[in-house]
Nanobody, 114 residues
Framework: VQLQASGGGLVRAGGSLRLSCVASGIIFTIRTLAWYRQAPGKQHELVAS???????NYADFVEGRFTISRENAKNTVYLQMNSPKSEDTAVYYC?????????WGQGTQVTVSS
């Protein structure tokens, strides 16, 4: 199983960024997929999740700024980040929800400059 996140980088506060995660080795269409993040010195925290049927859930800190979506034909889940804040700086990962320890990939670094 591989969940490969990409699309991170340096973005200015108030800008936008789209993260992508391509999954292989799992039955993608029936799984709830999620984006998590880990800031330095902190544990992983859930950012957003999306079920196989497209129902979404967001952490309170998202405050309507991010949108999770999925494209089953491409085994891909996305995170559109609009108006990011400096506190959104972290390594972003995708995994299932609940998480599987062997599904953590390398993640993608998002750095928000103020």
């Amino acid at each position: 199983v591989q969940l490969q996140a990409s699309g991170g980088g340096l973005v200015r506060a108030g800008g936008s960024l789209r993260l992508s995660c391509v999954a292989s080795g799992i039955i993608f269409t029936i799984r709830t997929l999620a984006w998590y993040r880990q800031a330095p010195g902190k544990q992983h925290e859930l950012v957003a999740s999306i079920t196989g049927g497209g129902f979404t859930n967001y952490a309170d800190f998202v405050e309507g700024r991010f949108t999770i979506s999925r494209e089953n034909a491409k085994n891909t889940v996305y995170l559109q980040m609009n108006s990011p804040k400096s506190e959104d700086t972290a390594v972003y990962y995708c995994n299932t929800a609940p998480t599987r320890s062997n599904y953590w990939g390398q993640g993608t670094q998002v750095t928000v400059s103020s």
